[in-house]
């Protein structure tokens, strides 16, 4: 059964930028992309995406946007829910998402799964928004 790490925090405290930085430690310490499951999700400006890479036959999924849970507020293609489950059904052993704190279906959902949660860092100001997503980026980098 696949590994859940998920990054939980409430909205615009940079759980998305927090992923896209692991994404990229992922691709510089040689963790290649497997062809076909890269996408982007919402807002293009968000730099929300969904992808899968691997190293090694370990294949680790990647969803960054967290904002959004199975029910009438929101099409079940673009939940947190589904996001995991496409990753786990393509084969991922560890599959690092975003959930926001108030999506209790959804947390309940990475619960169902062995799993870590990794409380986002609140920055205190602009200039440590940078540092906060960093660290938070390291300590999911080493869960996987």
Same mark, same amino acid.
Do not use: F, P, W
């Given at each position: 059964m696949a590994k859940i790490i998920a990054l939980r925090g409430d909205s615009n405290r940079g759980k998305s930028k927090t992923l896209n930085i692991v994404y990229q430690y992922l691709l510089l310490f040689g963790y290649?992309?497997?062809p076909k499951y890269f996408g982007v999700l919402g807002n293009r400006d968000q730099y929300d995406f969904i992808d899968i890479v691997e190293k090694k036959?370990? /294949?680790?999924? !990647?969803?960054? %946007?967290?904002?959004?849970?199975? @029910?009438?507020?929101? /099409?079940? /293609?673009? +939940?947190?829910? +589904? %996001? !995991?489950?496409?990753?786990? @059904?393509? @084969? =991922?052993?560890?599959?690092? =998402?975003?959930?926001?704190?108030?999506?209790?279906?959804? !947390?309940s959902h990475i619960s169902s799964y062995p799993h870590e949660f990794v409380n986002k860092s609140v920055s205190l100001s602009d200039d440590e928004e940078r540092i906060k997503n960093g660290e938070d980026a390291e300590k999911i980098y080493k869960l996987i």
């Open positions: 290649v992309q497997v036959g370990v /294949k680790v999924g !990647i969803a960054t %946007m967290g904002d959004y849970q199975n @029910g009438l507020q929101r /099409k079940r /293609k673009g +939940s947190v829910e +589904s %996001m !995991i489950d496409h990753l786990v @059904g393509a @084969g =991922c052993d560890v599959v690092v =998402c975003a959930v926001n704190l108030g999506l209790t279906r959804a !947390i």
